[in-house]
């Protein structure tokens, strides 16, 4: 159901602003209280008034996508949640450039941004105000609190207001904690501070949420309690110097273990049950059960410039096809570096051939579509079973067959091309250059070869786009990202037919990141067990490759494929400036990216830059509020 973001636009306007918290007067326009008798009636009433809890994250004012905003002195789109997150946490890495001139945004891929800066500016307020927003519904709200059915939304606004919490501890570390309405400055807190109430509220909170998939689409339940603290724990020992690495994986083991499963629904039939999470149907189409905190859209009852409207219209442009995306134009505007493309690297054949088990055999290929053309020797096949045999092999256009011990005295090929093995038959075509796996069963005398599917996580547009970048501000240098569109698993366009707004999802936690952090705390030191590591990205990888040719053994685990697959499974999803910077990679000159410190090639930059500012506007408010340091 996506009914709670039906009832926005009726809702809104029954909220009167009476009072605002004073270190944010100067920008958002921030009601701390619902005063409305009626808003908070009854349950029902209640639940309106919950649904701008949750839309704090998602919409930007008053009437849709522009015209009386939430906040002030910012364009109206770009202040939205999830597009600020993808601009401070996306674009100020690896993941993500952008072409466009705004002032300031150029400052964070080239990471010299300076207090002040409108996008930091603005994602404070947003979070600020989503805190003030809970704290009114939870007060309020408490009135009703003998209802079953508002003690689960108090707990929801409880988990929306840690959420929040959880990002202005990630992003600003040094902030003022308010959780109630109250009309004096807030004193500064630090991370400990923030952190250690994030934590309690959780784990206060876990309880008193409904129980795993029992709640409506769109609102969370106990699991997202248990994935947030999963990744603060993860975190823990970056922000507080404690390693929590244990309780990392005893709260991912909870997520692990509820309701919530991988999308293995390749309901559009393209060889990979990926690309549904980021379709305009994915809160029906099996994604929606991977989904454990999600950001509702609707591109005729919820329109706004940022979500996925956003990171769907900002990747289109060059000879990009707009309708291919179910949008009506492109924006001309984010793509990719060669680092994250280069992620996903060249199939190591080497390595897929080890993932078949199976012990070499004197059955082998040979042709001139084979390496070592005609005259051999042959390139030889596993055995897998009792004359069973495979092989993941490089063919260039040409023939190929069969042949034992390197001799022709037994060889198999195909008179007819039906599929089954003829001894001494014609050679068998291969038509185009590619890797293919081919296998032979000769205990029913037929073979197979087909294509090598690739990780389908890679989803680039290349066609017109040059892989290297050397000026940020042309479109068409770097590849475009294809990752989120506005169709369904038919190819149907989503519900505005204009093509202006996306009714695609986005998810703000899902299992596949549950998963990732239980093997990184177990390699980090924590008490999970390597083996379910493996299995669990495994199974992420089995997805991604529509078989178990990406699948990786206990030896290939170590925290640095953990990042790299971070990235593969991630990107583009909120996560990569965290990651990096829990890795010691995000200002240092260890890692590099394209104009990452402004350089062409890359550079460190000082270590201060791993937290934004606090805005300007605010400190000269509050004189209880210190600056971050170097800024």
Request: aromatic residues 12%.
């Amino acid at each position: 159901m996506k009914n709670i973001t039906y009832i926005i636009s009726i809702i809104l306007l029954g909220f009167v602003s009476v009072s605002c918290q004073k270190d944010l007067d100067q920008n958002p326009i921030d009601p701390d209280s619902f005063t409305q008798q009626d808003v908070f009636a009854n349950a029902q009433q209640a639940k309106g008034a919950l649904a701008k809890v949750y839309a704090s994250l998602a919409l930007t004012g008053q009437q849709g996508p522009a015209g009386q905003p939430d906040i002030s002195d910012i364009d109206e789109g770009f202040s939205q949640f999830s597009r600020m997150l993808f601009n401070l946490n996306e674009l100020t890495t690896d993941h993500a450039v952008i072409a466009w001139g705004d002032p300031g945004l150029q400052d964070l891929h080239g990471m010299y941004w300076t207090a002040g800066n409108d996008f930091t500016d603005a994602m404070y307020y947003r979070l600020a105000q989503t805190v003030s927003f809970a704290n009114s519904f939870i007060e309020n709200a408490e009135d009703l609190n003998s209802d079953q059915e508002v003690k689960y939304f108090i707990a929801e606004a409880r988990f929306i207001r840690a959420y929040a919490y959880y990002n202005l501890m990630d992003l600003y570390a040094n902030v003022p904690l308010v959780t109630k309405i109250s009309t004096e400055l807030p004193t500064q807190s630090n991370r400990q501070e923030i952190f250690d109430f994030v934590e309690s509220e959780l784990l206060d909170i876990q309880d008193k949420l409904k129980d795993s998939g029992t709640n409506e689409y769109g609102r969370v339940d106990k699991v997202a309690a248990w994935a947030l603290l999963s990744r603060l724990y993860l975190n823990a020992e970056t922000w507080i110097g404690t390693p929590r690495y244990n309780d990392c994986v005893h709260f991912s083991e909870l997520a692990m273990n509820s309701s919530y499963h991988i999308n293995t629904n390749d309901a559009n039939g393209n060889g990979s049950a990926y690309d549904e999470l980021f379709l305009a149907d994915n809160n029906m189409n099996g994604a929606q059960n991977e989904f454990i905190f999600e950001l509702n859209f609707d591109g005729q009852h919820s329109q706004t410039y940022g979500g996925t409207t956003f990171l769907i219209h900002a990747a289109v442009g060059g000879s990009m096809q707009p309708g291919d995306y179910g949008i009506n134009g492109g924006w001309f505007g984010s793509r990719t570096t060669k680092n994250l493309v280069n992620k996903f690297g060249n199939a190591d054949i080497s390595a897929l051939n080890n993932s078949i088990g199976g012990t070499v055999s004197n059955w082998g290929l040979v042709g001139d579509a084979t390496p070592n053309g005609w005259s051999g020797p042959d390139v030889q096949m596993y055995e897998t079973a009792t004359n069973e045999y495979a092989l993941y092999i490089e063919l260039t256009s040409g023939s190929i067959k069969f042949r034992y011990d390197n001799n022709w005295g037994q060889n198999y090929g195909d008179t007819g091309a039906d599929g089954t093995l003829d001894n001494g038959g014609d050679n068998i075509a291969i038509a185009n250059p590619g890797i293919y796996f081919v296998t032979m069963d000769l205990n029913n005398m037929t073979y197979t070869i087909a294509p090598y599917k690739s990780d389908a996580r890679a989803m680039f547009y290349t066609d017109g786009q040059s892989l290297e970048i050397t000026d940020v501000s042309q479109f068409n240098e770097g590849y475009a990202v294809t990752k989120f569109k506005n169709i369904d698993v038919n190819g149907n366009q989503g519900s505005d037919s204009s093509g202006s707004f996306a009714d695609t999802d986005l998810p703000l936690i899902r299992l596949a990141e549950v998963y990732l952090n239980y093997a990184e705390a177990t390699l980090r030191g924590g008490n999970g067990s390597i083996s379910t590591a493996v299995d669990k990205i495994n199974e992420l990888r089995t997805r991604a490759y529509g078989s178990n040719s990406g699948n990786i053994t206990a030896s290939d685990l170590n925290l640095d494929f953990v990042l790299d697959e971070r990235s593969r499974e991630l990107y583009w999803e909120g996560l990569r400036r965290t990651d990096l910077i829990r890795y010691g990679y995000f200002t240092s000159g260890s890692y590099l990216w394209p104009f990452k410190g402004n350089e062409a090639n890359g550079t460190g930059v000082d270590s201060y830059r791993k937290i934004f500012p606090l805005p300007n506007n605010v400190i000269a408010i509050n004189p209880n509020l210190q600056q971050n340091p170097g800024y």
